[in-house]
């Protein structure tokens, strides 16, 4: 069974959490290649974006990278409090690990900045939200990123997208890295995404 650690920060947004959660939910259920999401983050209690409270189920000194196959990250909102957690020291690391081991790791929205700040997007390509003036692209650009202005952008073993309306097209994604083409057009048929 694969495993993905999906990293909730306190502010993230609940939509882009849950495309992980449900996608790859369902793998559980249906299909023959199960993928197992662990939640995990720096807090007990993590007050989202649009207030709902999670508790997420492993704290992060809990966490061991070689006991996953990908890196999830959702974005979230600065006024939310979301770039406390994103930005944390302990947090830019555990990216390192994952991307110095080839594991995935899939963002969502501005869950792209802090594998940016991280460092293991330098010179290479990725892209982040674009509205709101673009500034987070430019602040992107300035960790030394190429950003690309395309919905998805997947450079090796980093998958980065634009806004909470590409989560699901990343889950998606997601899975077919980890399983292949041919299971994840099966969770779609499951799901009612296609025919």
Known sequence: MKRVLLFLCQGFEE?????FTDV???TRMEGDYPVEVITAGFR????CTWNMIVEPEMKFEDINAD????LAIPGG?????FYEDAYDVRFLELIRQFDKKGKYIASVCVGAMPIGKSGVLKNRTATTYDL???HRRVQLTGM???VLDQRIVI???IITSTGPATGLDVAFTLLEKLTSHEHALEMKRHMRFID
Do not use: H, Q, R, T
């Open 15 to 19: 939509l882009e959490a849950a495309v």
């Open 24 to 26: 790859l939910g369902w």
């Open 44 to 47: 007990p209690k993590l007050k």
């Open 67 to 70: 006991d996953y196959d990908a």
């Open 77 to 81: 909102f600065d006024g939310a409090g």
């Open 132 to 134: 709101s003036g673009g």
């Open 144 to 146: 030394g990123v190429k």
């Open 155 to 157: 450079d090796k073993n």
